[in-house]
């Protein structure tokens, strides 16, 4: 789960992370409020969506006096922000963060993630922090330094100490560096998160360490036991049919393609993907329904495809374990005749009850395409899709 910037920063306050002086405003008013409240110049209007690059897109704005500060933020507030990570439909922006210009000397880059390869946390940090640290990365990864941490030992300060002498600060940083550092891997881990990241963070020329930037991603699996961090979703910032896909419990992520997906397992979700690129048509979704899908989330989750007008073609490929072939085609069944199925259906599946499913579909009186093994199918429905 993502959350705004503002949000994070809430977070970081907790933990005694420096932050700039500012707060979050829906319409010029509350923006020229906080501005005022700031009691100084410049401050900055940001853009509170859920992408990067805002800055680039005009998202991200210097405000040297009160009626710029309210002419900022009449133009952002409403505009459709469009960034590298936004793609070119972009993002509505609803509200704005209003906070304190800093007098910056030096701008940092540093995240912290869990790394599947090691089975550790890893901190990533650069000297060459801002807005183009994925160019960084690609063209000069020997700029970003790592630094491995064993979850079970935790975070030493000899793991600071590298970090901070690879950032080759000064060491009148070097103590509040330390100690911003240890505060935001407690933050990582009790919080189960994903992702923390700061880019920029910034040493003023008053030698003061602070955030200027805020992005913090949660573990889906782990919100169970974080009912505040559940308070900050805004799923106005997420495709409505991945929301109405979380209401029942279905793996559900949009993309762009015209072939519908549903399947058991993530990883045959992922063959079955690439599979339908090889035939020569594309993805529209990855749904993976769960070993014990009941024939209502069968059901859910074809009236969720077809939600999306790109489907021109839905496939769905089972292998029955827990998920039992006569449990998916009954859903199949009371789907097409809740939903009205009118795009062309491909069936692979195999395992438990596989005739028993076969013989409701076959009597169901339904128009489905039953395939014999994953190749035949993706190649059948890309033949219906694409011709």
Request: overall charge positive; charged content about 20%.
């Given at each position: 789960m993502k959350i705004h910037e503002y949000q994070a920063k809430e977070l970081f306050k907790k933990y005694n992370i420096p932050v700039p002086d500012g707060g979050v405003a829906f319409n010029f008013d509350e923006a020229k409020k906080i501005a005022e409240n700031l009691g100084q110049f410049p401050v900055v209007v940001k853009a509170?969506?859920?992408?990067?690059?805002?800055?680039?897109?005009?998202?991200?704005?210097?405000?040297?006096?009160?009626?710029?500060?309210?002419?900022?933020?009449?133009?952002?507030?409403?505009?459709?922000?469009?960034?590298?990570?936004?793609?070119?439909?972009?993002?509505?922006?609803?509200?704005?963060?209003?906070?304190?210009?800093?007098?910056?000397?030096?701008?940092?880059?540093?995240s912290i993630i869990p790394d599947r390869a090691t089975a550790k946390i890893v901190i990533m940090v650069s000297e060459a922090g801002g807005m183009d640290i994925e160019a960084v990365a690609a063209e000069t990864p020997e700029k970003i330094i790592k630094v491995f941490i064993d979850p079970l030992v935790a975070i030493q300060p000899y793991h600071c100490r590298e970090v901070a002498f690879g950032l080759n600060l000064s060491s009148s940083v070097m103590r509040p560096f330390v100690s911003m550092l240890a505060s935001l891997y407690r933050l990582f881990i009790d919080y189960d998160c994903a992702l923390v990241e700061i880019n920029p963070l910034v040493i003023t020329a008053e030698d003061v360490v602070i955030a200027l930037d805020a992005k913090v991603d949660f573990d889906d699996n782990a919100l169970y036991r974080h009912k505040d961090i559940i308070e900050y979703r805004d799923i106005d910032e997420e495709d409505p049919l991945e929301v109405e896909a979380?209401?029942?419990?279905?793996?559900?992520?949009?993309?762009?393609?015209?072939?519908?997906?549903?399947v058991n397992g993530a990883g045959l979700a992922m063959a079955t993907m690439d599979i339908i690129k090889l035939a020569g048509a594309e993805p529209a979704?990855?749904?993976?329904?769960?070993?014990?899908?009941?024939?209502?989330?069968?059901?859910?989750?074809?009236?969720?495809?077809?939600?999306?007008?790109?489907?021109?073609?839905?496939?769905?490929?089972?292998?029955?374990?827990?998920?039992?072939?006569d449990v998916l085609a009954e859903g199949v069944v009371q789907a097409a005749e809740k939903t009205g199925i009118t795009?062309?259906?491909?069936?692979?599946?195999?395992?438990?009850?596989?005739?028993?499913?076969?013989?409701?579909?076959?009597?169901?009186?339904?128009?489905?395409?039953?395939?014999?093994?994953?190749?035949?199918?993706?190649?059948?429905?890309?033949?219906?899709?694409?011709?």
């Open positions: 509170q969506i859920h992408a990067g690059g805002r800055g680039k897109g005009g998202g991200v704005k210097l405000a040297g006096s009160i009626d710029e500060v309210t002419g900022i933020a009449g133009e952002i507030i409403g505009m459709n922000l469009v960034t590298h990570q936004t793609g070119p439909e972009g993002k509505r922006v609803k509200k704005v963060l209003v906070e304190q210009g800093l007098n910056i000397a030096k701008e940092l880059y540093l979380s209401k029942f419990h279905l793996n559900y992520i949009k993309l762009d393609g015209n072939v519908g997906n549903m979704n990855f749904l993976d329904v769960g070993g014990g899908a009941s024939a209502e989330m069968v059901e859910n989750g074809f009236r969720i495809m077809l939600g999306d007008k790109n489907v021109k073609g839905i496939l769905i490929n089972i292998f029955g374990g827990i998920l039992r072939c795009v062309p259906v491909v069936i692979r599946m195999e395992g438990t009850n596989v005739e028993q499913g076969r013989k409701i579909l076959a009597e169901s009186g339904l128009n489905l395409t039953i395939a014999a093994d994953m190749k035949d199918a993706a190649q059948k429905v890309a033949q219906l899709v694409v011709g």
